[in-house]
């Protein structure tokens, strides 16, 4: 015996869960299952996103843990930041934001199940809590792909890349790191801290701060290396005397070219599933909300073929460069690329062009400057 739903997502990240609020709210029988022992899963993410996509995708207010108005692109000898009067981005508390959209998700119908892993038998997901036949599967499993990767659609062909991150409170005295860091986020480029990625602070509100390292190309042994680079950065920090590590956490994610397809049969497969994440800065939870909403718009009309057609538009040239670029920057890092390009940013950029080349594939800006770039390349 199975109960039979609408739509069965399995995965509840940021992107399933919004997909199942949605669904429930045009009365689908929707059903979620996740393998996370704990409510609201794991809380691996740095989570910053514009400020826009809380609007956008409608996300409860109360999940955000900071507002925004300042980037700083760094490396240790040179640095760049520009601020706004208005806040431009956000940091998310990830696993708050996971909870109270779970909650949303139940008010308007949905059923969640943590705790929960599935076999798959024909058009049938067994699980320990019961078995369960869907019209539509959706796979929001993050990296695992658990249903994408047996439909063997997706290319494997980037390696893992890894990230790891204290959340720090610091002492409200220490004002030397506030008057850097407080409302910004800050990349620091620089191959003496990170040969092969970058560190970060996140504002995170009430004197806490994100404070993290990435890898990219990373192999079996990163979470140790990781582990050391993150040491290192926090002494770089020199916020030792002032402050408490009060949390450790990461994850490895898969950064690889963008599968064609994003559907087969009558299963779709949304945000980290198809890799939907910015190769460039990691910056995946606004893109698996767009990959859920293409998803849902699809589902809504029965017509799947429409989820391929929107996400790839939405995708297209864009995504291709930051990958690119990304594959460039971080298999063969170069100290000079970085300074050139914060010098550049210094003397040219607005707190526009470098929102735009975050969050949105906005390269232009390297155009107007072409001496400038050839100076980083070469
Ligand atoms: C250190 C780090 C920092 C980051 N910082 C940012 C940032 O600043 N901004 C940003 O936008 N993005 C950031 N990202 C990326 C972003 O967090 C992810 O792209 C996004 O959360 C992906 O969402 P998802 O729901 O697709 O996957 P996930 O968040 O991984 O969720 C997948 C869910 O599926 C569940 N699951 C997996 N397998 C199974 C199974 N077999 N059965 C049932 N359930 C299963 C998991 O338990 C999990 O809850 C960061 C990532 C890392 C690692």
């Not at 008010?107 to 809590?129: H, K, M, P, Q, Y």
């Not at 190309?217 to 050391?228: A, D, H, Q, V, W």
């Not at 003397?347 to 800006?365: L, Q, S």
Request: charged share 25%.
């Amino acid at each position: 015996m199975s109960t039979e739903y609408n739509v069965v997502i399995v995965g509840a990240g940021i992107p399933g869960l919004y997909l199942a609020r949605e669904l429930a709210k045009k009365n689908k029988k929707v059903m979620v299952i996740d393998k996370s022992k704990e409510v609201g899963g794991e809380n691996y993410s740095t989570a910053g996103i514009p400020i826009e996509t809380i609007k956008e995708f409608s996300l409860p207010p109360e999940g955000v843990a900071s507002y925004i108005n300042k980037y700083t692109i760094a490396t240790s000898s040179v640095s760049a930041s520009k601020s706004s009067s208005e806040y431009r981005a956000v940091v998310l508390d990830f696993k708050k934001m996971k909870i109270l959209l779970a909650k949303e998700a139940q008010e308007f119908g949905a059923e969640i199940i943590w705790d929960t892993e599935f076999v798959r038998e024909n058009n049938c997901l067994i699980t320990s809590r019961g078995n369960f036949t869907a019209d539509y599967y959706v796979d929001a499993s993050g990296s695992d792909a658990v249903l994408f990767n047996e439909l063997n659609v997706g290319k494997n062909d980037y390696p893992l890349s890894e990230g790891l991150e204290y959340i720090l409170e610091i002492e409200s005295g220490d004002e030397n790191f506030s008057k850097c860091y407080k409302k910004a986020i800050s990349i620091i480029w620089d191959t003496k801290i990170c040969p092969n990625g970058y560190a970060w602070v996140f504002y995170f509100g009430n004197n806490q701060y994100k404070v993290g390292v990435c890898e990219f190309n990373c192999g079996n042994n990163s979470t140790k290396i990781l582990e050391e680079r993150l040491e290192n950065f926090y002494t770089w920090l020199n916020i030792g005397h002032s402050s408490k590590i009060i949390e450790k956490h990461g994850s490895k994610k898969n950064i690889r070219t963008l599968p064609k397809q994003v559907f087969r049969n009558n299963i779709l497969a949304i945000g980290d599933s198809i890799c939907a994440i910015n190769p460039l800065f990691g910056e995946g939870i606004r893109q698996g909300l767009y990959s859920a909403k293409f998803a849902l718009e699809s589902i809504m009309k029965n017509n799947l073929s429409q989820y391929q057609k929107n996400w790839i538009n939405y995708n297209g040239f864009r995504r291709k460069t930051s990958e690119l670029m990304a594959r460039k920057i971080y298999s063969n890092q170069s100290q000079k690329f970085f300074t050139e390009f914060v010098k550049l940013a210094d003397e040219h950029f607005t707190i526009d062009d470098i929102h735009n080349m975050a969050f949105y594939y906005k390269f232009e800006i390297l155009l107007v400057h072409p001496t400038s770039c050839l100076k980083m390349l070469f």
